[in-house]
């Protein structure tokens, strides 16, 4: 089916291990993006990228790496896991358009709920 | 950066009521969506609307851009409607969406 998803939609894990979210969509998006969403701050962004192999830094980076060798994937790796980052993670990605990145709407993807023991 | 401010906080309703979310922010924009995110979590698009009216059945959103504030209107809510409403809005160029803390409705039947 068309559209964005993001995998595991649930998962628990321990303090420092390595744990990788998926994120794929199928419409050919020039631009993707990582949100976490916690109590008290609503959605706040961690990386985004406007290209394959085109990454930038959002609000609150630190402790994640992202990647993007294919326009279709943009999968978010915490390296060493902690408390701090249980959360839910949404995946959005929307098209460059004409008129650059405000001028699109973002779609975004069911999140993934993550736990951090 | 740029500061997204949505009131109220939390609303209650009963099913049937009308209401009116509202979105300020705090400098231009050329980007102004309104979400809902329902209770499992999911956020689904309701309008992109940068300026201007647009209406989707019992819902419509208004945006002023040049007084920097955008509404919400639910009429006739439903149960269905309860959830939390966020509005993010996006600079021109290359800024992505930021966005307010949202609006969490209740209707109640």
């Known amino acids: 089916d068309a559209g964005i998803t993001q995998s595991p939609r649930y998962k628990i894990t321990e303090t420092g291990r390595q744990v990788t979210l998926m994120c794929h969509q199928t419409?050919?998006?020039?631009?993707m993006f990582w949100y976490r969403q916690d109590l008290g701050h609503g959605l706040r962004l961690i990386y985004y990228s406007a290209a394959a192999d085109i990454t930038d830094k959002g609000e609150v980076p630190d402790g994640y790496v992202v990647s993007r060798s294919k326009t279709e994937n943009f999968p978010l790796t915490l390296e060493s896991a902690t408390r701090s980052q249980t959360s839910v993670y949404f995946c959005a990605s929307k098209d460059s358009g004409t008129r650059g990145i405000g001028s699109q709407p973002q779609h975004f993807g069911d999140g993934t709920r993550l736990s951090i023991l | 950066g740029i500061q997204v401010e949505q009131s109220p906080p939390d609303l209650i309703l009963q099913e049937g009521a009308n209401s009116t979310l509202r979105c300020n922010f705090s400098?231009?924009?050329?980007?102004l969506q309104w979400f809902h995110q329902n209770p499992w979590g999911q956020l689904i698009n309701l309008f992109y609307?940068?300026?201007g009216t647009k209406q989707n059945g019992r819902l419509s959103a208004t945006t002023v851009a040049t007084e920097r504030y955008s509404l919400l209107y639910i009429s006739s809510s439903q149960t269905t409607d309860s959830g939390v409403y966020f509005c993010a809005v996006g600079y021109s160029g290359n800024t992505p969406l930021v966005f307010g803390k949202g609006t969490r409705l209740s209707v109640i039947a």
């Open positions: 419409w050919s998006h020039s631009y």
């Open positions: 400098d231009s924009v050329n980007n």
């Open positions: 609307i940068p300026s």
